[in-house]
C-alpha cells in the first residue's frame, strides 16, 4: 500500500511542481516520535505527528488519499491504521539493469524539491520504504535519502559506468573471458581425440597390437592425473588465468613434437602424449577458479556448460577434421595444425585480462571498493583477495562426505567418458568393420548430440533453481540422468555389438551412442558445478583432487579395455559392461551423499 502511495502521486506531483512552491513551514522536519510511530503502529505517535503538521493549502487537499492520508486528517478519514493491520504483500520479478535503476531511483533518492504532500509523514514513509530494501540494494543505496544533498558525483560516476558499458557492447567482459576457456577446452580435446583417431594407421604403419594401442592412448593420462592436485593448488595461490596459458602452451608443444618422436619408437611417443597430458591437467582446475572468482553464482550453470562443453566441441570438431586431414595430408597433420591453434590461443589470452573482475558481478561487500579501485585505474581483480592467504585444507576435504560423492561421482563418470573418447573410432573400425575416414565421421555423431544438449543443460538446471528447487537436488537430478541414461544404453550395446565386424545394425548402434553422450552432457550441471557450490574459494583445490581420480579411468580404463579384448575378443566385456556398472555404482553413491551446501572451512 506504501508503495502505492508513493507512485499513485508521482504524476500529479510532477505537474503541480510548476505551481505550487513548497514554503518553509513544508519543509520535511520528522517529528520526535515519527520513527517509533511507524514501526510500532501507535496511535500516539500517530496523533503527534498530526497535530504538529501545519494546515494543508488547498491545492494539497485536492490531491487525493495517497499523500493526504499520511496527515492527520488524511489519518482519520482513510482509516490508515486499520490498512496498517492487513500489510500488502509484493512479488519481485527479475528486472533489466536498466529497470532496476528506475526502480531504485523512484524508491531511494530523494527529489531535490519537496514532493506535493510532504511531511512528517513522508518522512516516515521513507523510513519504512528504506526498510523494505534488499541487502543489494541496502549496499547502494547507503546515504540515498541525502543524495540530493549530497551533490550529483556518485550519480554521474553510475551514469559514465552504465554509459561505458553500453559502448563495451552486449556481451559483459567476464563472458569474454567464459569464451576464450570454452575455446581452450576446444582445443584440449581436439589434441586428445587426435590420437583415438591417428592411432588406427599409426597401428598399422608401425605394426602395434591392441594392447600397444591402448598403451598410447593411457599415457597420456599419467600426465594428466600428475597435474590435477598441484594445478588446483597453483591455481588457488596464484589465480587460474596464469595457470590455464601454461597449460595450453605446455600441451600445444607436446602435440607438435608428437610425430618426431613416433618415428623413435613407441616409448618417446608414450612420453610426448604424457607431456600434453601435463598441460591438459591444468585446464580444469585453472578455469574453474577463474569461474569461480569472476562469474556470479545465479550465472554458475551456464557458465560452467560453455566451458567444459567445449570439449564436446572440441571432440566433434577434432574428429571431423582428423579423418579428411589424414587421408590427404597423413597422420602427422593433425597434430602440426591442432599444436599451431593453441600456440595461438596463447597470444590471444592475455588480451581479455581475464584476471579482471565486473563490478557488479562482485560479492556486494566487494564492489565499492572494485569501483575505488577502477576509479584510481587500477584492475578491481585484488578486491575480493583476502589479505591473508591461508593453507588449503586438504584434511577437511578428506573428512567431508560431499566431496567423496564429488570424488566417486567423477571417477565413475570419466570411465565412461575416457574409454569410449579412446576406444570408439577402433570400435567402429574393428566391430562394425569401416575404414579409418568412416570411423571418424561416424565416431563423431555421439559427440555432435552431446554438444547440441549442452547448451540448454545450464539455462534449465539455472531456472530450476529460480523457480525455488534447492540447488543440491538439481545437482543430483541432473548428476542422475548422466548416470542412469548411459548406463542402460551401455547395456543394449552390449548386446547389439555383432561378433562378426560389419554384421551389426550400424545404425541403431550409432543412434544408442548418441543418447549416452546426450544424456552424459547432464554432468556439466551435476558434480561440474558441485565443487563452486561447496567452496567459491577453493573451488580449483576440490577440482584437482576429484579429477585426479577422475584422470584414473583414462589410465586404468583404457589399459583394461585393451588388455580385456585381447584376452576375451569381446566388446561387452572389455568396454560396455564395465562401463554400466562404473556407472550405476557412481549413481548410488552420488545420490545418497552429495551436497551443495556451503562448507564450514569455505
Known amino acids: 500500500m506504501l508503495a502505492a502511495s508513493r507512485s499513485g502521486t508521482g504524476g500529479l506531483a510532477s505537474q503541480q511542481r510548476q505551481t505550487i512552491r513548497p514554503s518553509a513551514s513544508w519543509q ?83 527529489p531535490e524539491v519537496p514532493m506535493a504532500g510532504d511531511d512528517q509523514a513522508s518522512t516516515i514513509y521513507t523510513a519504512l520504504a528504506d526498510m523494505e530494501t534488499s ?25 559514465g559506468t552504465a554509459a561505458a558499458a553500453d559502448q563495451a557492447g552486449s556481451i559483459p567482459h567476464r563472458w569474454q573471458v567464459v569464451g576464450m576457456m570454452a575455446l581452450s577446452f576446444v582445443l584440449c580435446n581436439m589434441d586428445k581425440v587426435n590420437m583415438s583417431v591417428a592411432v588406427i594407421p599409426m597401428a598399422k604403419e608401425l605394426g602395434w597390437s591392441a594392447m600397444e594401442r591402448g598403451l598410447v592412448s593411457s ?12 594445478a588446483g593448488w597453483v591455481s588457488t595461490s596464484i589465480g587460474g588465468a596464469r595457470v590455464l596459458f601454461a597449460g ?14 613416433a618415428k623413435m619408437g613407441l616409448l618417446a611417443l608414450c612420453a610426448t602424449r604424457l607431456f600434453v597430458g601435463l598441460g591438459e591437467g ?13 562469474v556470479p553464482e545465479q550465472e554458475r550453470a551456464r557458465a560452467v556448460t560453455t566451458v567444459f562443453g567445449g570439449l564436446d566441441v572440441g571432440s566433434a570438431i577434432g574428429l571431423l577434421l582428423c579423418g579428411p586431414l589424414i587421408h590427404w595430408f597423413g597422420w602427422q597433420s593433425v597434430f602440426y595444425l591442432f599444436a599451431l591453434l593453441g600456440l595461438v590461443w596463447c597470444l590471444a589470452w592475455p588480451l581479455f585480462k581475464p584476471e579482471q573482475q565486473d563490478s557488479d558481478a562482485l560479492p556486494r561487500m566487494f564492489r565499492k571498493r572494485a569501483a575505488a579501485a577502477a576509479a584510481d585505474g587500477a584492475a578491481p581483480k585484488a578486491a575480493a583477495e583476502p589479505v591473508e592467504k591461508k593453507p588449503v585444507p586438504w584434511g577437511a576435504f578428506l573428512s567431508n562426505s560431499a566431496v567423496w560423492a564429488i570424488i566417486v ?45 549442452t547448451p540448454m543443460v545450464g539455462p534449465i538446471a539455472d531456472g530450476l533453481v529460480r523457480k525455488g528447487w534447492a540447488v543440491t537436488n538439481v545437482r543430483k537430478l541432473s548428476q542422475g540422468i548422466s548416470f542412469a541414461g548411459p548406463a542402460a544404453c551401455m547395456v543394449a550395446l552390449a548386446f547389439l555389438t555383432p561378433a562378426t565386424p560389419g554384421a551389426g545394425p550400424t545404425t541403431l548402434i550409432v543412434g544408442l551412442m548418441s543418447l549416452a553422450f546426450a544424456l552424459g552432457a547432464w554432468a556439466r550441471a551435476g558434480l561440474y558445478c ?24 583414462g589410465v586404468l580404463g583404457v589399459t583394461a579395455a585393451g588388455y580385456l579384448l585381447d584376452k576375451t575378443g569381446s566388446w561387452a566385456q572389455a568396454l560396455f559392461f564395465p562401463t554400466a556398472a562404473c556407472q550405476l555404482v557412481g549413481l548410488v553413491v552420488y545420490s545418497i551423499f552429495a551436497s551443495s551446501k556451503r562448507q564450514d572451512w569455505e
Open 28 to 110: 520535511l522536519r520528522p517529528a520526535p516520535c515519527a520513527f517509533a510511530g511507524a514501526a510500532a503502529g501507535g496511535r500516539d505517535c500517530l496523533a503527534a505527528a498530526s497535530s504538529s503538521a501545519p494546515e494543508a493549502p488547498p491545492q494539497r487537499q485536492r490531491l487525493g488519499s495517497s499523500h493526504a492520508a499520511f496527515t492527520g486528517g488524511g489519518l482519520q478519514r482513510r482509516g490508515l491504521l486499520a490498512a496498517q493491520r492487513r500489510p500488502a504483500t509484493r512479488r519481485r520479478h527479475p528486472l533489466s539493469p536498466a529497470a532496476e535503476g528506475e526502480r531504485y531511483q523512484q524508491q531511494h533518492v530523494a
Open 135 to 159: 541487502m543489494d540494494e541496502g549496499d547502494a543505496s547507503q546515504g540515498a535519502p541525502g543524495a540530493a544533498a549530497a551533490g550529483s558525483g556518485d550519480g554521474a560516476a553510475a551514469e
Open 219 to 230: 599415457s597420456f593420462f599419467w600426465g594428466y592425473s600428475l597435474t590435477q592436485i598441484p
Open 248 to 261: 595450453v602452451a605446455l600441451w600445444s608443444l607436446g602435440t607438435l613434437i608428437a610425430p618426431p618422436a
Open 282 to 294: 591444468l585446464a580444469p582446475s585453472s578455469a574453474t577458479n577463474v569461474m569461480a572468482r569472476i
Open 409 to 453: 561421482a567423477h571417477f565413475c563418470f570419466n570411465w565412461g567418458y575416457y574409454t569410449l573418447l579412446a576406444w570408439l573410432p577402433s570400435y567402429f573400425e574393428m566391430a562394425l568393420g569401416l575404414n579409418v575416414e568412416k570411423s571418424s565421421l561416424l565416431t563423431l555423431i555421439p559427440y555432435v548430440s552431446m554438444t547440441i544438449m
Open 530 to 553: 558441485n565443487h563452486q557450490d561447496l567452496s567459491p574459494k577453493y573451488a580449483a583445490a576440490l577440482l584437482g583432487l576429484s579429477n585426479t581420480a577422475g584422470a584414473l579411468p
